[in-house]
């Protein structure tokens, strides 16, 4: 199972319609997918269709009370299953203080569900608590979403040395695979000065053994199109709500390109 950590302690740089369209995208490409949300927000779940207040266990159980995944993970599109949350999770940072390993219990909490699933992939909240912690300790792979304005690198040292972190202390696999620009707007001349600031920056790391030393801006960026913010309230992808739309090719081609790195994955991580 390759696990992607979508990752950014940023609110709305596009991390929850990233991974719910991607998932979809790649689901409907003929790969099992497991989406988890550790967002208290919920805002995955509402996004595939179901009622926070609706969730009885989900995410919550499985940090805080060691249900098993298997217990807690629904099935809501063919090929696709949530690990759903609810308003519980708000709480489940300061518990999670309290708990021994409490790092890796979404690692082992995956484990045992590794063999069902080709992809997880994990929606992480606006903070780099313990919660998200746990998905990067999970993960094998970090995906970072970008909203290229002018403030859009802000943070990105102090996200990088959270990972950076993670990955000397708890999970030396962890690579940050790339950077997804999101809400691009190629009409204006900001978004390819980002790009540029982000492409040197990455060149530079080039050889230097840390987690992002070959990291890449993805080949391709999501375009920003209203219809990815409408497909949310009906509880519907992008693919579902209207499948020929620029946000909806935009996300098939994210999944392309995660299908097309499948074997180099496989064959660069001889630590997993
Ligand atoms: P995050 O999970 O990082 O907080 P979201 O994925 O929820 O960010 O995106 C923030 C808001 O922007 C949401 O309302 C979402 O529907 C909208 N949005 C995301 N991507 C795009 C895009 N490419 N074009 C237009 N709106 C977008
Ligand atoms: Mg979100």
Redesign the pocket.
């Known amino acids: 199972m390759r696990t992607i950590a979508v990752l ?1 302690q ?9 991974v719910a369209n991607t998932a979809a995208a790649l689901a409907m490409a003929g790969r099992r997918v497991l989406v988890l949300d550790l ?1 208290p927000q919920a ?1 995955l779940t509402i996004h595939l269709g179901v009622e926070p207040a609706a969730v009885s266990g989900g995410a919550y159980h499985v940090m805080i009370q060691a249900t098993p995944m298997d217990q807690q993970i629904m099935m809501v599109r063919p090929n696709l299953w949530l690990l759903p949350a609810n308003i519980h999770l708000v709480g489940a940072e300061a518990e999670l203080a309290g708990l021994p390993e409490r790092e890796t219990i979404l690692r082992h909490a995956l484990e045992a569900v590794a063999g069902h699933f080709e992809y997880c992939m994990i ?1 992480c909240g ?1 903070s780099l608590g313990l919660l998200t912690l746990n998905a990067l300790s999970a993960a094998q792979e970090v995906l970072i ?1 970008l909203q290229p304005h002018f403030l859009a690198l802000q943070g990105f040292g102090q996200l990088l040395q959270t990972i950076e972190l993670v990955n000397r202390r708890i999970n030396p696999g962890l690579k940050v695979a790339g950077i997804l620009l ?3 707007d190629s009409r204006a001349s900001l978004p390819q000065e980002v790009k540029a600031d982000i492409e040197s920056f990455l060149a530079n790391a080039r050889g230097s053994g840390t987690a992002w030393a070959d990291a890449q801006v993805l080949p391709t960026h ?5 219809k ?2 409408e ?2 309230s009906y509880g519907k992808t992008i693919l579902e709500y209207d499948p020929a739309c620029n ?1 909806a090719e ?1 996300y098939r081609q994210v999944a392309a390109y995660l299908m097309a790195t499948e074997h180099v994955q496989a064959t660069t991580r001889p630590h997993d």
Request: one cysteine or more; a positive charge; proline letters at 10%.
């Open positions: 950014n940023k609110g709305g740089v596009g991390k929850t319609t990233t967002d805002h929606d606006p979403p999101c809400m691009y999501i375009r920003r199109n209203i990815l913010a497909a949310p946000g935009d």
